[in-house]
């Protein structure tokens, strides 16, 4: 298999590569960042790359395998979402306030990888703070989606996502709020998992939302995904929500078989508001579940409809609380005028941060403020309770949910410029999985004039294993997931 | 518009955000469309429900109360904007 090749392959077939060693650490992240240089004018899909230091991890990496012939991780090249802290590593969360800040600590995540071997490609672009479904809040410019350069890849993890969708890498982590891994996913044709709230530390990763942020994977197949899900996943005492619990690993579960498993289908999920081309590769994808044996039940989530109104009441409740950290005093931006210590916070403050997340600290403050908390803020922890039992009801009838994940395909660049609250509208499948606090992912479905649809899967808490099983075996019966961008085949390097 | 100007400066005092004149009046607008969205959550009857207020929120546990941070402060001040012999320089609090 030529290096090119090798490029385009699952984590199995690199890793024995490495193993065989019929490539080198240092050569297969050498490959990625001439490929990241070629692709970044166009894709902006990075905000950092540093040859020097990817091929120092890689060099590293190529004196572990030595050492530890075993773990077969080491040497492959994975992108961050630059929302997890890395030592030695520029973390912005795409944001002006953090534009210079390296990082001095690992976030769980990260030091899971890196323990495995994992070579760190760059750190991928991103709405600021991962807040937007669209990854044109980054301040460093928006990422295009490789399927089509006017577009915009869905986010907030719009980089991770066209990273691995152009195959400027194998794998990338995401986050995941509101939609941020599964959307993006889904918009570039590609696998992607949010785990069960609990299952993935948040500890080093810069917090947007505290009970909806949710750490997770992006890469080629589902196959994929359960491998790094063993990774990444696991109790970690820094986080006070990471929930202790002995899973068996998600790798283990994958090739059981998904005859009998029962799919519910969300009726509320098909009718208005669903564009027609969606709505068509969903339902066939749908129909090839049952073609492989599954029993459809239709099932009722009647509160989901709430999900938009609670979600913009609880995220910028959380949000306005959590960025009260940025102070212009400790790390960050810092402000050049300022009379005193109140106008050293406000300036510093109202330079770094951009028009969406200034917008949602304001609705954060206003619905946590005297006289609007029980009005507001408690009332959204009170419907959220209401979709948590839907769901919960839901499935007594099914095993796994089965729905869109967005109401259309990818949007051009631009398209909601004038209107930023008509873009929270189209976050109606995903958001109630985080309210909820379940696992979900993305695969890659069918096409609509040519652009990527996603099939989302919602499990009940802890079944990410059912989810990842279900996926595997879709994509064992189609190839949806091995379709690339004409333009980032690869063949053309 | 449900929120006024003076509505989005109390806020923004609030949150500790110096806004441009100009984005006041953009805030405007979007604050009340925010507030026209989770004004739907207002007609549902929750008199029965106790609020949730994060997933995990029924496995919440206590760990040892011990010292598991070492001393990094030489670390974290090398990425903060303005320190002096170890402290974080503001400007002058109490005259």
Known sequence: ?493 | MRFTEEDVRRVARLSRLALEPKEIKGFQLDLSQILDLAEKLLAIDTSKVEPLAHPGSSSVFLRPDVVTEINQREAFQAVAPEVDRGLYLVPRVVE
């Open chain 1, 1 to 493: 298999m030529s290096l090119t090749e090798l490029l385009n392959q699952g984590l199995l077939e690199i890793s024995a590569a490495l193993g065989r060693r019929e490539v080198s650490a240092v050569e297969l992240a050498t490959a990625y960042l001439d490929r990241i240089d070629q692709a970044q004018p166009e894709l902006n899909a990075f905000i950092t790359v540093d040859r020097k230091h990817t091929l120092q991890e890689a060099a590293l990496a190529d004196e572990m395998r030595v050492a530890s012939p075993d773990l077969p991780w080491v040497g492959i090249p994975i992108a961050q979402k630059d929302l997890f802290c890395a030592k030695g590593w520029r973390t912005t969360a795409g944001s002006r306030m953090l534009e210079n800040f390296i990082s001095p600590y690992d976030a769980h995540v990260v030091e899971q990888l890196n323990r495995q071997g994992f070579v760190t490609l760059g750190r991928a672009n991103m709405d600021e703070f991962a807040m937007g479904s669209s990854n044109e809040n980054s301040f460093f410019g928006p990422v295009k989606n490789p399927w089509d350069l006017t577009r915009v890849p869905g986010g907030s993890s719009g980089g991770s996502a066209a990273a691995v969708a152009a195959g400027l890498a194998p794998a990338a982590t995401g986050t995941d709020t509101g939609g941020s891994i599964r959307q993006p996913a889904a918009w570039c044709g590609i696998s992607g998992i949010k785990p069960t709230y609990g299952r993935v530390s948040r500890y080093g990763m810069i917090a947007y939302a505290s009970s909806l942020d949710q750490a997770g994977m992006f890469a080629r197949s589902a196959q994929d995904l359960a491998l790094l899900m063993d990774v990444i996943s696991g109790h970690d005492p820094r986080d006070a929500t990471s929930v202790n619990r002995q899973d068996a690993p998600c790798s283990h579960g994958l090739h059981q078989p998904i005859r009998g498993l029962r799919v519910g289908i969300p009726k509320q999920w098909f009718g208005k508001g669903l564009s027609d081309g969606v709505k068509a590769v969903v339902e066939s994808a749908i129909q090839e579940l049952l073609a492989l044996g599954c029993e459809g039940v239709e099932i009722d989530l009647p509160m989901s409809e709430q999900a938009i109104p609670a979600y913009y009441v609880i995220a910028p409740a959380e949000a306005s609380s959590n960025l009260s950290r940025f102070d212009g005093v400790r790390f960050g931006h810092r402000a050049a005028q300022y009379k005193d210590l109140g106008e050293l916070y406000e300036h510093s403050r109202g330079e770094g941060f951009g028009p969406e997340v200034k917008r949602r600290i304001l609705m954060g403050s206003y619905v946590l403020s005297h006289g609007y908390y029980d009005a507001y803020y408690l009332q959204a922890q009170r419907v959220r309770r209401l979709i948590a039992n839907d769901f919960e009801r839901a499935f007594e009838r099914c095993d796994v949910i089965a729905g869109p994940v967005a109401p259309t395909t990818a949007f051009p660049l631009g398209s909601f410029g004038a209107d930023p609250v008509q873009m929270y509208l189209a976050d109606l499948y995903t958001i109630p999985v985080n309210l909820a606090g379940l696992p979900a992912l993305s695969v890659p479905a069918g096409f609509d004039h040519g652009l990527p649809v996603g099939l989302q899967l919602i499990g009940p808490w802890w079944e990410e294993t059912r989810l990842l099983q279900m996926a595997h075996a879709f994509q064992t019966a189609t190839d949806w997931h091995t379709k690339r961008p004409a333009s980032y085949s690869g063949v053309t390097q």
